[in-house]
Every structure is written in C-alpha cells, then in structure tokens.
C-alpha cells in the first residue's frame, strides 16, 4: 500500500498569514490531486498536479508536484477565513486500476 | 452543475440491521467509489466499480456489499450493521482515466448503528 503523509496535521492561523501545507511519499504517483473538505460535507476538487515539478494556481492558492513525483505542496497567501477546511491529497497510482491513496488531511482554521 | 447524490445526509440504524446505501451519479461517469471516513483514519475505500455489473474490492470490504445494476447508481449494503461501522460514507465518481481527472463526491451520509 502506498502511503502519503500530511503535515501540520492542524493549523490554525490569523487571517492574512500565509501557510503551506505538505504531503510526502516514498511512492512515486502518476497524478496527485488536492481537495478541500468543509464539515459535514464531501471533499471538493481543487486541483491535480501531473507531471514532475509542475506549478498550478489556483487564485491565492498555488500548488506544486515534486520532481521525482513523490510529494506536494500547498501555499496559500494572505488566507482567509473561508478558506478554513480540511485539506486532502490523493495520490494517483501509476495505472488506472490501482487503488488511489489519500493522505489524513490537514485541518486548517483561519481566525478573523 | 454535475453532481453525485447520496439518499441519506443521516441515518440511524439498529445492530444486526440490513442497511443499504444509495448513490447516483448524473455525469454518466464509468467509475464510482465507496469511502468511510473516520477521525485519525483517514479515508478508506470500502469497494470500487468501474463498469455496470463490475466490483473490485477495496481495502476495507469486510462486513460490506455492493450493487451496481446501471451505470449511474452504486450502492452500498451493509448485511448486517455493527457499530464499529459508524462513520461518515462518502460516494465518489471519476471519469475516465483516473490520473487526470479526480473524483466527484457526494455530500456523505452520516450512519449511525446503535
């Protein structure tokens, strides 16, 4: 099974701060995808990340796949407290049959 | 706007009950997903289909079945419910090759097993 580990597991900062939040692996995916999850509801797609040292953004988002396609990271700038969630990533196998691998998530909190 | 519909926002059932899950899906996606989600766990896929009448197993498919008759709906039986299988179900459904494209997923039903 292919692991994917998130980190800070919490984070809880002042509106305007900046963050990054990160998710690593000993495997390598084809794809990786971020999703954000607000309580009660089911996580929403942000963004998928293809190819080795790709750089997407997404508004004040901006999303990074690393070079050996193994890890991610999430900046975002100045947050806000709509983007208060919990923050996903999913790891995409090398084939389309295999099983995609999601990290614990990051739970982020921006206070006013 | 495309979406996944999940009859059941909550539910609560009785041990020993037979509980079935309903998911459907307007994007006429070919693969469709059943997660739980538990707090300091994570996701974790119960069962997977990628065509009508087809069923992979997850890594989680103990204690669970699933039904897939048409393209559009996939459902989650739970045979005879425990409440170690209290948990948030969350269905998903992807198109095509799943590298490129990520899942779309419904707003989740919240079972509760007493």
């Known amino acids: 099974t292919q692991l994917l580990e998130q980190s800070p597991q919490f984070l809880s900062i002042q509106e305007g701060e900046n963050l990054t939040v990160y998710c690593n692996s000993s495997s390598v995916f084809s794809s990786l995808q971020w999703y954000r999850q607000e309580p009660g509801e089911g996580p929403v797609l942000l963004v998928t990340v293809v190819t080795g040292g790709e750089v997407k953004k997404l508004k004040r988002l901006t999303f990074q796949f690393g070079d050996a396609r193994k890890d991610s990271s999430l900046h975002i700038t100045a947050a806000q407290t709509g983007d208060t969630g919990l923050y996903l990533c999913a790891g995409v196998p090398g084939t389309n049959a295999g099983k995609s691998t999601f990290g614990d998530g990051t739970t982020l909190t921006v206070k006013p | 706007d495309v979406k996944v519909t999940q009859s059941s926002r909550y539910l609560v059932k009785r041990t020993g009950e037979k509980v079935f899950l309903e998911c459907v899906q307007d994007m006429d996606h070919e693969n469709m997903f059943w997660y739980r989600q538990d707090p300091g766990l994570g996701l974790r896929l119960i069962y997977f289909s990628y065509d009508v009448k087809m069923k992979e197993k997850g890594d989680i498919p103990e204690g669970y079945s699933v039904s897939r008759e048409k393209k559009e709906r996939f459902s989650l039986i739970l045979e005879s419910a425990s409440t170690n299988q209290t948990s948030m179900y969350l269905c998903?459904?992807?198109?095509?090759?799943?590298?490129?494209?990520?899942?779309?997923f419904g707003s989740g039903t919240r079972l509760t097993v007493v």
């Open positions: 998903a459904s992807s198109f095509g090759d799943r590298r490129y494209y990520g899942y779309t």
